[in-house]
């Protein structure tokens, strides 16, 4: 494997308490919610700053977020780690049906399915990924997302099932 660093490697990181956006969940729709986070209103979850994931863009039925490849995303074989493009397609299938939800309804996903086409690493440059919601009933939602590198080349593609439930009674 070839090193990209010289020295010690570290990695500091800080966030916000995630309930403050879980407090808006009855007061604002999902993409109402989306957008605050993605113009800096309210804080972005714990697990964008664990990640290091980029902007986020929001709009009803459709999210994309982007990711810099970095050395600590890097497996062993020295590309990017299969579980961060994993995070990466679960956020942005499971935004976009949050983008869908109004004030008061929460989601959760029941699965994710998973196809990676080509390994990343940092000479892929920005990683996008684009989240769609394919169906959307009155329980269950079916939506998709697909990364793609910097020169347009299909990295991942997922779809993911989310539950939808009503968040009064949680």
Known sequence: MTQTQ?????????WSDPMLNAAELGRRSGLELLRAMARGELPAPPITHLMG???????????VVTLEPQEFHYNPLGSVHGGVLATLLDTAAACAVHSTLP??????????????????SIASGTLTCEG???????????????ITDA??????HATSSCMLFDLSGT
């Open 132 to 146: 769609t919601v394919l169906s959307k009933g009155r329980r269950t939602a079916l939506a998709q997302a697909v």
């Open 53 to 63: 994931a980029g902007r986020i863009e929001a709009e009803l039925g459709r999210v």
């Open 151 to 156: 020169r347009g080349g299909m990295v991942a």
């Open 103 to 120: 004030a008061g309804v929460g989601y959760t996903s029941l699965d994710l399915t998973t196809k990676f086409l080509r390994p990343a």
């Open 6 to 14: 010289d020295g010690v490697r570290s990695r500091t990181f800080t």
